[in-house]
């Protein structure tokens, strides 16, 4: 058997190694922008070949798919799904595990996603407002500044997926920084409109939506269009410093185990997070009429207002997300494929280890904010100390040579998987391999200690109980989902209503 | 020279005016210090007063005007040196090196020996102003605060949570090897602002999530590269400060992981189980007794009410007695609580008091609930009797002028001691907690403590200090 991935992260190291595992032996052949030193070395294992190339062109992707003559591909990232790669290969009948581009609109417009969410009425919903220019998006927040609306506190991001970055929470509670915090929104604003200059895909520019806390989580699924298999919960740790301090980055780390669930998120809320996903990937389907088959995610959120809560999907897997699962997954991964091509997912009982999983980053200093100083710096790994210390080593951003050096390619340069019984093993397990990752001229390296460690997992346990007893008194007393505002010389507002109103009249005109 | 303060430092990420989030902060650590309180920010130097946060109106147009993104801030209660604004922190060392500090040190006069062999210095320099000179002196030699640092913990001893601004706007803090004073990391997210605070009420207030405390022995540096710590010693035994629990910090503070209310709740318990006192009411001293008198009374079931009141309306009537520079001024604060006729008339007592230092104001509160009516009148204290001075931050007396020195000098038998206080405050019963009782309550084993001025040991503070006079303290 021959199959196709694209990508180059940890994230596609990890897949191409669940591939490696399979007991169909396949030949491996990748298609990535830069050389992984652990999928080239994959590729080279299994007698499959390893490919430099843009892997947002379709028709590029496609050639190599022919050329190879691979029995299907498998898509790593998001943005091959966005440019229509999964399509044009289909259209060739090469078959993919990966969304479309209609349906992985779910991922990539995050104003489209939230208006499917609300047409259809499926839960886990935030209030929003979009806008196609920063001065439009100030003079409303402006409007609203002194008013108890949500508009107060928001959470301002790009209106389409930029790689998890320009997501900025404003929370204007505090009287004495109200003027500040009112800067913040309408810096934000242009800065937002500024960096989606270079995204022409999409209208909608600045995605508003009501600021909620809680604690986040990520639930993956394998779908073939008709069943949704849900996998292990995981939870990502977006910032860059110890204790969730710092610039938030593609991630930092995650957990999960030891028994399917995560310990601060219940089975009813896992269920309910299922249910919410299924019913995004019905809706889009029924939206675009097309057939969902690959990897859909949740990254979801515990909130108070309404209990699971999507606060982004993703149309792939995530990274490192996808370490956690894709190591204990005790299924043959290539089976799942299969099932998920021939639409016989329902069929397959897919199981996984009862392990706690903890992976962590490593960054050259400067990332996330100065990617030009974390870039080109030569790589050594002691690999071997790495196995002795049971762990597993996933490349990422690093690049390897034609004379064989290995070059820091300015984001998280490797990530380190344990799996143990229980999180706090893994996460020590994982902190006794850090001195065997150098960067040859002396730059500097981090990684969270905290990841998986008691301390951080009290803090969301407690994040979790607070959330959940708010949201469990709102559905006691059917109240969960409503939201009152106060307007001067109005009184009080219905925002859900307003919202749905401007919904169906934009659907008028359009 | 003077210190049991409280310090904050902040920096930000984003274009935001520092000195609102430090004055913010400074309010919110009053109860650590009432005489004078300052701010510097980077670029704008240092704006200094005495009295309480923002007590002049004008004081916010002051402010308003020192617009950056780095800053200090402190509020004074001296141990050392008079109330004047020279001695207000922060203090400006050379120029454009802004220290902020709470503790005090023990080998004054060693260090100021070591440092005017390298620079000459006026005799009348505090222990903050020598701290910082001495620091200077070794980060010019060694061009890096870690090892600078290392250095001077070497030659220091004595308490010091420090927090610095630095010429070229960098942020540091340091907390001593043995964690005297507590100190904590905060972070408030969506104005990117990085938080060094004595405690963690300060936060609350801000709007900002309490990250870790800092820990002893720990170098902390914030600049424009994020956050970096160094531990320039390790040291594993901890001295911690007991009385912080039971008086100094805010109720709703977590000091090394424990909220202070819980702790103070749990000790008035274990003051239950201690002493099973008969009594018809519990009544606290306002206001730092009030959860231990709480606790006391679930343990206990005897019921819980307010015997006494502070009368905050009044001209100063919301101040701390115990850290007033001034006897006088203390005793004015005192004659502020009244005794609530209708609850303690013809009853039996129990009062809950936090520590009997000099004695002045148990005396006085005996004074009048006796006059209100009451039958029977029992003290329970909760920090053992304090015989020795402080020399780690916290204001006491003169050895002569503590009441349980006075009256029972070096005997140990608290037995004993109980009843010659009793004696001297002329009520019924008196009983003190010991050691054991008040680390078990707060949660740790009393080798994590610093009980200095119970027992007379001063070996966590690597010196035996010379005790002085009152007027030798105060300069």
Not at chain 1, 158 to 184: I, M, N, S, T, W
Not at chain 1, 217 to 230: A, E, M, N, P
Not at chain 1, 296 to 315: F, H, K, N, R
Not at chain 1, 466 to 479: A, D, Q, S, T
Request: hydrophobic share 35%; glycine share 8%; net charge neutral.
């Amino acid at each position: 058997m021959k199959i196709m991935g694209v990508g180059n992260a940890a994230r596609e190291h990890a897949i191409a190694e669940a591939l490696e595992r399979s007991e169909h032996h396949p030949k491996i052949f990748w298609l990535a922008e830069i050389r992984n030193p652990g999928i080239f070395g994959i590729c080279k294992r299994t007698g499959g070949d390893f490919t430099l190339s843009k892997t947002t062109e379709p028709e590029k992707v496609a050639n190599y798919a022919e050329r190879w003559r691979v029995d299907f591909v498998i898509i790593g990232p998001e943005e091959p799904n966005f440019h229509g790669v999964p399509d044009e290969l289909e259209k060739r009948g090469i078959p993919c595990v990966g969304a479309s581009k209609d349906l992985a609109m779910i991922e990539m417009s995050k104003a489209d996603m939230r208006r499917l969410q609300w047409e259809y009425g499926i839960k886990g919903k935030l209030l929003f407002k979009t806008f196609k220019s920063s001065q439009d998006a100030y003079i409303v927040l402006e409007r609203y500044s002194d008013t108890l609306t949500w508009l107060q506190n928001v959470a301002l991001k790009p209106a389409r997926q930029a790689g998890g970055k320009g997501v900025k929470v404003v929370e204007d509670q505090q009287l004495y920084l109200h003027d500040e915090k009112q800067r913040f929104k309408s810096r934000h604003a242009d800065w937002l409109e500024d960096y989606m200059k270079s995204y022409s895909d999409i209208d909608d520019k600045i995605l508003v939506e009501e600021k909620v806390w809680g604690p986040e989580y990520t639930l993956q699924c394998f779908t073939d269009g008709k069943s949704v298999k849900g996998m292990p919960l995981v939870q990502d740790n977006k910032h860059a410093h110890e204790f969730d301090i710092g610039t938030e980055t593609g991630g930092m780390g995650s957990i999960s185990g030891p028994d399917f669930n995560l310990p601060f998120i219940t089975k009813e809320e896992y269920d309910e997070s299922l249910e919410i996903v299924k019913s995004l990937v019905q809706a889009i389907q029924d939206k675009t009429g097309k057939s969902y088959h690959g990897i859909v995610a949740g990254q979801m959120m515990l909130t108070e207002i309404e209990g699971p809560t999507i606060i982004e999907m993703y149309s792939r897997f995530g990274d490192p997300e996808a370490l956690n699962v894709l190591s204990t997954l005790k299924t043959d991964f290539i089976d799942i494929c299969l099932a998920i091509l021939d639409g016989e997912l329902s069929k397959l009982n897919i199981e996984f280890d009862k392990k706690a999983t903890v992976v962590k980053a490593i960054a050259p200093k400067g990332y996330p904010d100065y990617r030009e100083l974390a870039k080109n710096h030569p790589v050594f790994i002691d690999e071997k100390e790495i196995e002795r210390e049971g762990c597993k080593l996933y490349w990422g951003s690093a690049d390897l040579s034609e004379d064989g050096k290995i070059l820091s390619a300015g984001s998280r340069l490797v990530e380190i998987l344990a799996i143990a019984d229980d999180m706090q093993e893994a996460s020590r397990m994982v902190d006794n391999c850090i001195p065997y990752v150098k960067l040859l001229d002396g730059w500097g390296l981090f990684y969270r200690s905290d990841i998986g460690s008691y301390e951080l997992l009290s803090k969301r346990i407690d994040v979790a109980n607070r959330v959940r007893r708010l949201y469990h008194y709102r559905r006691e007393k059917g109240i969960l989902g409503k939201r009152i505002d106060w307007l001067p010389k109005v009184g009080k507002t219905d925002p859900v209503a307003l919202l749905k109103n401007e919904l169906s009249k934009s659907k008028g005109d359009g | 020279m003077k210190e049991k303060c409280g310090v904050i430092g902040a920096y930000s990420f984003e274009d935001i005016d520092i000195s609102k989030i430090l004055v913010r902060g400074l309010e919110s650590l009053q109860h650590r210090g009432q005489e004078s309180w300052g701010i510097a920010v980077f670029g704008y130097g240092a704006f200094k007063k005495l009295g309480l946060v923002l007590e002049d109106p004008e004081d916010y147009y002051n402010i308003d005007k020192m617009r950056g993104n780095v800053g200090i801030g402190h509020v004074r209660y001296s141990t050392k040196g008079g109330t004047t604004i020279e001695n207000a922190h922060p203090i400006e060392i050379g120029k454009s090196f802004f220290i902020s500090h709470n503790g005090t040190i023990a080998n004054f006069d060693e260090l100021l020996n070591k440092v005017s062999k390298e620079n000459t210095i006026l005799s009348s320099v505090t222990d903050t102003e020598l701290i910082g000179i001495r620091l200077k002196q070794l980060y010019n030699r060694n061009k890096d605060w870690h090892t600078s640092f290392k250095i001077l913990s070497r030659e220091l001893s004595g308490s010091y949570s420090l927090v610095m601004l630095t010429e070229k706007g960098e942020l540091l803090a340091a907390r001593d090897e043995r964690g005297f004073r507590p100190l904590c990391i905060g972070y408030q997210e969506d104005t990117k602002t990085y938080l060094i605070v004595s405690e963690s009420c300060a936060l609350d207030s801000i709007g900002a999530n309490l990250v870790r405390d800092v820990k002893p022995g720990e170098l902390v540096k914030i600049d424009k590269n994020g956050l970096s710590t160094f531990m320039f010693c390790d040291n594993e035994n901890h001295s911690h400060c007991p009385f912080e629990y039971t008086y100094f910090a805010h109720p709703s503070s977590y000091l090394e992981g424990i909220n202070v209310y819980l702790a103070r709740s749990r000790i008035g318990a274990e003051l239950a189980k201690k002493y099973q006192l008969e009594g018809d009411v519990i009544i606290p001293v306002p206001d730092s007794a009030r959860p231990a008198a709480r606790g006391f009374s679930v343990e206990s079931k005897i019921p819980f009410e307010e015997g006494l009141m502070k009368d905050r309306y009044r001209k100063r009537g919301s101040l701390r007695s115990f850290i007033e520079p001034i006897q006088k001024r203390r005793e004015e604060i005192v004659k502020k609580i009244s005794a609530v006729r209708a609850v303690v008339n013809g009853k039996n007592v129990i009062v809950v008091d936090d520590s009997i230092v000099r004695g002045t104001s148990s005396l006085v509160i005996a004074d009048i609930l006796r006059k209100a009516g009451a039958k029977k009148i029992s003290f329970v204290i909760t920090f053992p009797p304090i015989r020795y001075p402080c020399y780690a931050g916290i204001d006491f007396p003169t050895q002569e002028e503590l009441i349980a020195y006075r009256f029972c000098k070096d005997k140990d038998d608290l037995n004993y001691i109980n009843e010659m206080i009793a004696f001297a405050l002329n009520v019924d019963f008196v009983g003190y907690n010991d050691i054991e009782g008040l680390s078990k309550a707060i949660g740790f084993p009393p080798g994590e403590f610093c009980f200095s001025c119970v027992t007379g040991d001063y070996s966590c503070l690597k010196c035996t200090p010379k005790f002085k006079s009152r007027e030798e303290m105060k300069g």
